[in-house]
């Protein structure tokens, strides 16, 4: 039973509904003051993933040649065009709340989240963990912070950070399910070295979240995919070349 991804998507969800209902009676200034602290949080989450690190090679080149992989093929800008057609379609349905920000910091804003809620190292070995070994823990503990960031966003954004939800839900519930076929495939350090990769976006995207660097983190997506190949590979055969 996928408890722990059932409780990350309804912590979203629900974050996202009170936010959308909440955002009107809530001062910019401490909707901005919170974020700032849930983006340091993200990127506390980032630099604790990152000192699991075995391969600094293999991790490296895995965030360089993704991030390249990426913007070759415009993956941030389909992922901003799908975020604008779900913010049209939410938009036909419920009346979007008055931001006072500007379309392209509206986009930019909903990538963040998406990336943040969908993406993370966390949330996928979390579910691998959780579909393999039945420990939920890893999830719930990325959930007590979703919520509250969702909220957040949601007072910003509105419902519509709600609805990102669903993608996070069938992603992990995917990752969950084929859980049994990727784990057994893993080595401990593979799966430091991916978890490393994540804390690396993770690191990104709270740097997108206080504002200081917007990093691509959508277009680093794919260095997720190549973290644990590269790290294999990197182990098996170039490291006892070099040792």
Known sequence: MPVGV??????????GVIGSLIGQKISQDFKENLNMVFGVC??????????LMKSLPAV??????GTALGLAIHLGDKINAAGRKMQRLVAKFVRMPDSGISSEEFTAALV?????????GTGIYGSIISGMTGDHS?????????LPTALIFGC???I???LIAIPQMLIFLLLFFCA???FPLTTPDMIDDFKAVGGIIMLATGFRMIKVKMFPTADMIPAMILAMPLSWIWSAYIAPLVA
């Open 6 to 15: 059932l409780i990350n998507s309804l912590a979203t969800f629900i974050g």
């Open 42 to 51: 993200s990127m506390g989450i980032g630099i604790s993933s990152i000192v």
């Open 60 to 65: 490296t080149l895995a965030v360089i040649l």
């Open 112 to 120: 963040t989240v998406i990336v943040l809620f969908n993406a993370s």
């Open 138 to 146: 890893i999830l719930i503990a990325k959930s007590v912070l979703d």
């Open 156 to 158: 910003t954004l509105g």
């Open 160 to 162: 519509v950070v709600a």
């Open 180 to 182: 049994g076929l990727i």
